[in-house]
């Protein structure tokens, strides 16, 4: 069974600008998560989606967006960058809502903003 | 709100011996779990060990195992015959019943000395 994948992998881009992250889930996976890892914040939680809809949103400003589709792939977007948005970007996948469904990690975007 | 505190940035074990990881977290909760993530170079966030928090049992799998002491709000993780592949960085997470949010510690980074 595939993992959680998430596209690209690295990322470049300049201040002002915009970017969307992507994320697809292991199969037959419903929910979707998203967190920010930097080493001055750490691990932070951005918004959790589930059945397209966001159920979840942590304490980001609204640059910061995503969204869900009917197959579960989600994609998150975060307009008008600043240099503090450089940051390994985690997608997490569960087959349903509750931690009795452990969450699945992607291997990241790593996000740089210059 | 959660909060969940990892006090020891950095930890070495030599090869073959046992090492425990700290962790102390805040919670208003009366259920909720707690985990153990392990975040190897290829940046994958890794499920070790997952604690409910209203089993008095301690959790285990194989040579990870947590020593959860409720009243004290600590949930530490002790990793026996450490390997060379045990090499990571450690977080501890909490999670609130019903809600899909994790909070992470600022984490743990492990080395095993051959």
């Known amino acids: 069974k595939a993992g959680v994948t998430q596209t690209p992998r690295y990322l470049i881009k300049t201040r002002g600008q915009q970017v969307t992250l992507s994320c697809s889930p292991i199969s037959g996976h419903r929910s979707v998560s998203w967190y920010q890892q930097t080493p001055g914040q750490g691990l932070q939680f951005l918004f959790e989606?589930?059945?397209?809809?966001?159920?979840n949103k942590g304490n980001f400003p609204g640059r910061f967006s995503g969204r869900q589709f009917s197959n579960s792939r989600s994609e998150m977007n975060v307009s008008t960058l600043e240099l503090g948005d450089s940051a390994l970007y985690l997608c997490?996948?569960?087959?349903?809502?509750?931690?009795?469904?452990?969450?699945?990690f992607g291997n990241g975007t790593r996000l740089t903003v210059t | 709100a959660q909060t969940v505190t990892q006090s020891q940035p950095e930890m070495s074990v030599q090869e073959a011996e046992t090492v425990t990881l700290s962790c102390t977290y805040d919670?208003?909760?009366?259920?909720?779990?707690l985990f153990w993530y392990k975040q190897p170079p290829s940046r994958q966030m890794i499920l070790v060990i997952r604690?409910?928090?209203?089993?008095?049992q301690n959790a285990t799998e194989n040579r990870f195992s947590v020593n959860f002491q409720k009243a004290a709000k600590s949930f530490s993780l002790k990793i026996s015959d450490s390997q060379l592949g045990d090499a990571a960085m450690y977080f501890c997470?909490?999670?609130?019943?019903?809600?899909?949010?994790?909070?992470f510690g600022t984490g743990t980074r492990l080395t095993i000395i051959p």
């Open positions: 604690q409910e928090a209203y089993k008095q």
């Open positions: 919670t208003s909760e009366s259920d909720y779990y």
């Open positions: 997490a996948s569960t087959k349903d809502r509750g931690a009795d469904s452990p969450l699945h």
């Open positions: 989606y589930f059945s397209e809809t966001q159920r």
């Open positions: 997470a909490s999670l609130n019943f019903g809600n899909e949010k994790l909070t």
